[in-house]
């Protein structure tokens, strides 16, 4: 059984003339463990879709199957249910609370899941452990960098273990460096079973799933595998093998990371 299952989806915003048709006639499947990564131009309904994934909205037609449960079918409440339970999100701007520490704002989904105070720290402790931060728990996301932002935001969608992560351009504010950083750690999550889908405009983050899919003009326009996938730690050790004695790194290349690395 596919872990997700989009029958016919379309998603259209407004009606009459205005109308705006973000998603139309979308089939997709995902099995548990994938890690697709979703390309496409601007405005080409790639937003639309990972809402619709994640239930932060409602397909205006089609069946949307989620661990064999029809989702279509649920209410509002029932949906937010099943986002909290099974679902992690990660965004581009990380959308961390500025007056929280990190171990706070990891905690956050765990207040609506209802666990106590102190198996909230411990939780929150052990999700920044395992995206390797947990020495910075206590700092506040002015007191971090960029990446250790968004490592706090993965952190915080990986604390109510859910089978599926979904990210929307995750490394898009951040250096190229910083980027094959989260990408390290999504092949090690992926590699430990989660389920991953991605929304990138970078080829080359791209390259590190599993499976391609282009979307334009809101229909999935092709899917491939990725034939020459990027492992993050090889091209991770490129860059240190580009440092000098000071730890400095090397001019290295912003675009094409692993491109010519045979
Ligand atoms: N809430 C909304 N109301 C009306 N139209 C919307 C809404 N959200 C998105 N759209 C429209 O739906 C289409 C798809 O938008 P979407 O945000 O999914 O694109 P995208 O592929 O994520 O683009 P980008 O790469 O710029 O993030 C666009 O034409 C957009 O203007
Ligand atoms: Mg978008």
């Not at 131009?41 to 089609?62: F, I, Q, R």
């Not at 249910?81 to 500025?98: D, H, K, S």
């Not at 791209?206 to 499976?211: K, L, M, Q």
């Not at 860059?239 to 990371?257: K, M, N, T, V, Y």
């Amino acid at each position: 059984m596919a872990l997700i299952e989009l029958s016919g989806v379309g998603r259209r915003y407004g009606s009459g003339r205005t109308s705006v048709v973000a998603l139309r006639g979308v089939d997709l499947e995902v099995q548990a463990g994938e890690f697709v990564s979703v390309m496409g131009p601007s405005g080409s309904g790639k937003s639309t879709l990972m809402n619709v994934l994640g239930l932060l909205d409602k397909p205006s037609e089609g069946t949307y199957t989620l661990a064999g449960r029809p989702m279509h079918r649920l209410t509002g409440r029932q949906l937010a249910g099943e986002r909290n339970r099974r679902i992690g999100f990660v965004f581009q701007a990380f959308f961390l609370l500025p007056r929280l520490t990190l171990a706070e704002n990891v905690a956050v989904p765990l207040i609506y899941r209802g666990v106590a105070g102190l198996a909230r720290r411990r939780l929150a402790v052990r999700a920044l452990e395992s995206v390797g931060i947990a020495d910075l728990a206590d700092r506040r996301p002015t007191e971090v960098s960029g990446g250790q932002q968004q490592r706090a935001a993965i952190a915080r969608a990986l604390v109510a273990e859910p089978a599926l992560i979904l990210a929307d351009e995750p490394t898009g504010a951040l250096d190229s460096h910083t980027g094959a950083g989260i990408m390290a750690l999504f092949q090690d999550l992926n590699a430990r079973g989660l389920t991953i889908i991605q929304v990138t405009h970078e080829p080359d983050i791209a390259r590190h799933g599993i499976r391609l899919i282009r979307v334009r003009d809101g229909r999935l326009a092709a899917e491939e595998r990725v034939r020459d996938r990027l492992l993050a730690k090889d091209v991770l050790a490129q860059w240190s093998g580009g440092a000098e004695p000071g730890g400095r790194l090397a001019d290295a290349p912003e675009e094409g990371i692993g491109v010519d690395a045979h």
